[in-house]
């Protein structure tokens, strides 16, 4: 029996019977009376819908702490409404780790020196992160004045050097290819982050549904924005020649969907038995993908219209090689014919 959103079962095995919960993330759990979709339970269920939020663990933490700020913070419009959904759960993971580890310190005592220090213990990428996140937590603090000022206000972020993910060049494309022929899962992969441009937890949930008169529509799990995108010739063909009876293309041994790590370390073997070299990740096809697309003349706008990059900026990292090299030519053909 199939039930309602957000409702699970728990079964007693003392005596067999069946007990049922409403829980949602950021909500307390609540007991559900009577059988799922009786008029008692609905009526329960839909109360409890209806119902305020409490801050999770909020009592059973020492006011002012730590842990009981970044409770009320969870709890908050701030953290709701702000972010996107993958951006929510990276920052729910790192203020998760903050909370085990210095919850029951006075949030009113922490000064920016020792934030600094935190920060340090980082690598740059997941530093940039974590101030973020604290900042955000801080902002919060402050209105809710927990906090007469932000110690994060002055902590500047740490400079990154490089362009990131390494953007794989057509040889490692090439060579990945002849290594996993069309009509196996590796190839497949491939496929479906070249040319769809896309995440790897936007790809793992891609499936036959997602795709209707040439185009693949996918609703990007980081931003919430919903693209539709022509199915390219080659990517076509891959499917057509790959077996799928699942509702996603991609699937582990067992028939299950892939978890974004998952895959990622699977992606790994695929690329280690074509005798890639580490950097060659999956998200460095998504900025393959964006090169190719400068390259063959494509606008920002146009390729932002595949990506679904919100702003230029993002997209001008995965593009400045290759409008280097396309500008170079032009300028250079000009300079001929003169």
């Known amino acids: 029996m199939k039930l309602p959103k957000y409702v699970q079962a728990y079964v007693d095995r003392r005596d067999s019977r069946a007990y049922y919960y409403l ?12 059988l799922p979709w009786s008029p008692t339970f609905m009526a329960a269920y839909e109360s409890a819908l ?8 909020a009592e059973r933490v020492k006011p002012g702490s730590v842990a009981a700020v970044i409770a ?7 953290f709701f409404t702000s972010k996107s959904p993958g951006t929510q759960r990276m920052r729910r993971g790192i203020l998760e780790r903050f909370r085990a580890r210095y919850g029951d310190r006075p949030f009113a005592l922490l000064p920016a020196e020792w934030i600094e220090l935190l920060l340090d213990e980082k690598p740059p990428h997941a530093a940039r992160s974590w101030l973020a996140t604290l900042r955000s937590l801080c902002q919060f603090a402050v209105k ?9 206000a002055n902590i500047k972020q740490r400079a990154i050097k490089g362009d990131g993910f390494h953007t794989w060049t057509d040889d490692e494309i090439a060579q990945f290819e002849a290594h996993h022929p069309v009509g196996t899962k590796p190839r497949l992969a491939l496929a479906l982050l070249l040319y769809t441009a896309q995440r790897r937890s936007d790809v793992v949930r891609m ?4 795709i209707k008169g040439g185009a693949l529509t996918i609703t990007q799990q980081k931003t919430g924005v919903t693209l539709a995108i022509p199915v390219h010739p080659h990517l076509q063909a891959v499917l057509d020649a790959t077996p799928s009876e699942h509702l996603t293309f991609l699937v582990t041994a067992t028939g ?3 978890g974004g790590n998952a895959f990622s370390e699977q992606f790994r073997n695929w690329c280690d038995a074509a005798g890639l070299p580490t950097r060659c990740k999956p998200h460095g096809l998504r900025k393959a993908a964006c090169r190719r697309l400068a390259e063959a003349g494509c606008s920002a706008n146009e390729i932002m219209a595949i990506s679904g990059h ?4 993002e997209l001008v990292r995965y593009t400045a090689a290759a409008d280097q090299a396309r500008l170079a030519r032009s300028a250079m053909t000009k300079a001929v014919i003169r």
């Open 207 to 210: 499936g036959r549904q997602h």
């Open 50 to 57: 209806a119902g305020p939020r409490t801050a999770i663990g």
């Open 144 to 152: 809710r004045r927990y906090l007469r000022t932000d110690p994060t």
């Open 310 to 313: 919100a702003t230029l900026k």
């Open 23 to 34: 829980r949602r993330r950021g909500f307390p759990r609540v007991r559900l009376p009577g």
């Open 256 to 258: 299950k969907p892939y």
């Open 72 to 78: 009320e913070y969870f709890d908050s419009q701030s």
